[in-house]
């Protein structure tokens, strides 16, 4: 353990890649051919932000300066590898970025023992003045549109 005062965290994430095989009728004029099976690459790359980090239950909400709390990026590539050519810099591939974070304004739970602590509202933001920030940075990060989905349940289960 004596390793862990040396190493330095470059990412706090996760990588994976795999390759795939999608099969394709084959173009051949042979009566008997058979599909080809061409190989694509998936990576997925999940970040997590150092921004306002901290365990789940212990940090909700967002800061004064925008930043949500559990704050991901999850990156999905998909590659084409038989048409990647110039060290796999020019090819057929896409790319879709997903970011999850805490609901962007100031709420916290009590740290108490419970399995559904109550919710405390934080200060009252009338302007939400760091909500904003946070969207704008989205729009700068990202572009336009945002797409936001709403995860909370709506009623007591």
């Known amino acids: 353990a004596e390793w862990r005062a040396w190493a330095v965290p470059l990412i706090h994430g996760c990588i994976v890649c795999a390759e795939l095989f999608r099969t394709t009728p084959s173009t051949s004029a042979h009566v008997n051919s058979q599909n080809v099976k061409r190989p694509i690459r998936m990576l997925l790359i999940a970040r997590s932000s150092k921004k306002f ?28 590898s038989q048409s990647l050519t110039m060290c796999d810099t020019i090819g057929s591939f ?64």
């Open 53 to 80: 980090a901290g365990t789940r239950y212990l940090k909700r909400g967002i800061n004064g300066d925008g930043n949500v709390a559990n704050h991901v990026e999850v990156e999905q590539i998909v590659l084409d």
């Open 94 to 157: 896409s790319s879709f970025v997903q970011v999850r974070g805490s609901v962007p304004v100031s709420w916290y739970h009590p740290p108490v023992n419970r399995p559904k602590p109550p919710i405390v509202i934080g200060f009252n933001e009338p302007l939400y003045t760091s909500t904003r920030k946070h969207m704008e940075e989205l729009l700068e990060d990202y572009g336009a549109p945002i797409v936001v989905v709403n995860l909370l349940k709506s009623a007591k289960a």
